[in-house]
């Protein structure tokens, strides 16, 4: 069985490193809205490929979104998704390393249900596996399956959320759980087997709302945090780390980063204008109507969105792979992160070139005090 001190889940970060991983390309044009971007098919042999890549090169995890309904637009921004849990079932049997991270929506997945469901999946990756829990915003595609709570307020959502997390890790430590709640009732739920990993898998989040935030803070380990400038990013990254010292708890941060990797910075910024040329507005549109934006637009966005403007839906940096190397550095060390989740416009290749030229530059410059084990349990 696969132990581990309390706080410690494998990870470079355990032990003064950094925790880099990859977003994989789950659904069809990766986080380019744009019909000039490198096509992301969604496939699982693209995904599989990809996955035997990140693994190959050394990062540390994958995770994978979970998606119902896309954008549409031109490209048919992310109409084709694969399931997040099957998908990571499928590439625990595939890796022998990499931690594996699939995503649950609160508001679509019983507790009892996803605690037996990952724990399984921990067994079947040697303890491995690790969750994203959503409490849930993309009001689009739960309200074509009529799953939308329109009397839930967004608070009320990680009230929902809390109580969630609190049965899941009930059901993978006690042999009898007895919860009743506001939204979830369990009458001697028993779950086996239990995860392999103790005392639990890894548990990340992403709100960045007060209240998303101080959920994360309280129940997860990780949050995938974000900020207009890098000043931004640093003020949330330190007072999520923060709040979760006041409240006894150690967290990881985290942020998504775009990686165009290119022979020189001109060549990089050449393929961000060619990118930007096919902008697909109409996916934007989608995407907005999706968060419920669409009618309040101007005023009303996220950064998320309004980097969406640009084609580019997360972060990104660009450039020859020392300039790679320097925006990493500094977003790893001056912005207090723990880790970066990488993206690319082509998957296949950047990741090799992300081996090749820019890992072991990071590595040496970020080493962990004592590295974790990276044999499979």
């Not at 992403?206 to 803070?217: D, K, L, W």
């Amino acid at each position: 069985m696969n132990t581990q001190a309390a706080g410690r889940f494998g990870l470079p970060s355990d032990d003064g490193g950094k925790d880099l991983g990859m977003f994989l390309p789950i659904a069809n044009g990766g986080w380019i809205l744009s019909s000039t971007a490198p096509p992301i098919d969604a496939s699982y042999a693209y995904n599989r490929t990809a996955a035997l890549l990140a693994e190959g090169v050394g990062l540390d995890f994958i995770m994978s979104m979970a998606k119902w309904r896309g954008y549409g637009g031109a490209t048919r921004h992310w109409s084709c998704a694969l399931d997040s849990q099957i998908l990571m079932t499928a590439l625990a049997v595939e890796t022998r390393r990499v931690k594996v991270w699939a995503t649950v929506h609160t508001l679509l997945q019983n507790p009892a249900v996803t605690a037996k469901m990952i724990a399984t999946l921990d067994h079947i990756s040697g303890g491995r596996v690790g969750l994203n829990v959503v409490p849930g915003a993309y009001r689009g595609e739960f309200e074509q399956m009529g799953a939308w709570p329109g009397a839930i307020s967004h608070d009320e959502r990680y009230d929902l959320a809390t109580e969630w997390v609190r049965a899941v890790k009930r059901l993978w430590s006690e042999p009898s759980v007895t919860q009743e709640g506001r939204y979830f009732t369990l009458r001697d739920c028993q779950s086996e087997p239990k995860p392999v990993q103790t005392p639990r898998p890894f548990l990340v989040a992403a709100g960045m709302s007060e209240r998303g935030m101080r959920f994360t803070v309280e129940q997860t380990d990780a949050l995938f945090v974000g900020g207009s400038d890098d000043d931004e990013l640093r003020c949330v990254s330190l007072r999520a780390k923060e709040m979760a010292r006041a409240a006894g708890r150690r967290l990881r941060t985290y942020a998504m980063l775009i990686l165009v990797i290119e022979d020189s910075d001109a060549a990089a910024e050449a393929a961000l204008k060619h990118y930007r040329a096919g902008f697909d507005k109409e996916a934007f549109f989608g995407m907005m109507r999706s968060y419920g934006m669409i009618d309040s637009e101007i005023g009303h966005e996220n950064s998320f969105t309004a980097r969406a403007r640009s084609a580019l839906m997360a972060p990104y940096a660009a450039g020859g792979a020392a300039s790679i190397v320097k925006r990493m550095t500094h977003l790893l060390g001056d912005c207090a992160l723990d880790g970066l989740m990488l993206i690319f416009p082509d998957y296949h290749a950047g990741l090799r070139r992300l081996g090749a030229e820019i890992l072991p530059a990071l590595r040496e410059r970020f080493p962990a005090k004592a590295r974790p084990d990276r044999q499979a349990p």
